[in-house]
């Protein structure tokens, strides 16, 4: 089911909807203030790669160069 994440222009309020439909967007209304101008903000996601696939690591174990030292 697709969730979205959106602002309240009037209470500047952020909430998540459930929206079935994109033609309904137009529908969704702030729960803060009932306010119906609302715009849908970009949302993020995370996902794991599955096992075997490969991996992804921020950090690192393994000695390595840094840029601007001057060392090749």
């Keep these: 089911m697709p969730i979205f ?12 909807d459930l929206v079935l ?6 529908e969704v ?6 306010g119906n101008k609302v ?4 949302s993020t996601f995370a996902s794991k790669p599955a096992e075997g696939i490969g991996s992804f690591s921020l950090g690192s174990t393994s000695p390595s160069h840094s840029c601007g030292t001057g060392s090749v």
Aim: hydrophobic residues 25%; charged residues 35%.
């Design 29 to 34: 209304v702030c729960p803060s203030c009932g």
């Design 5 to 16: 994440e959106f602002v309240c222009t009037e209470c500047e309020k952020n909430f998540e």
């Design 39 to 42: 715009k849908k903000k970009m």
């Design 21 to 26: 439909s994109l033609s309904r967007i137009d």
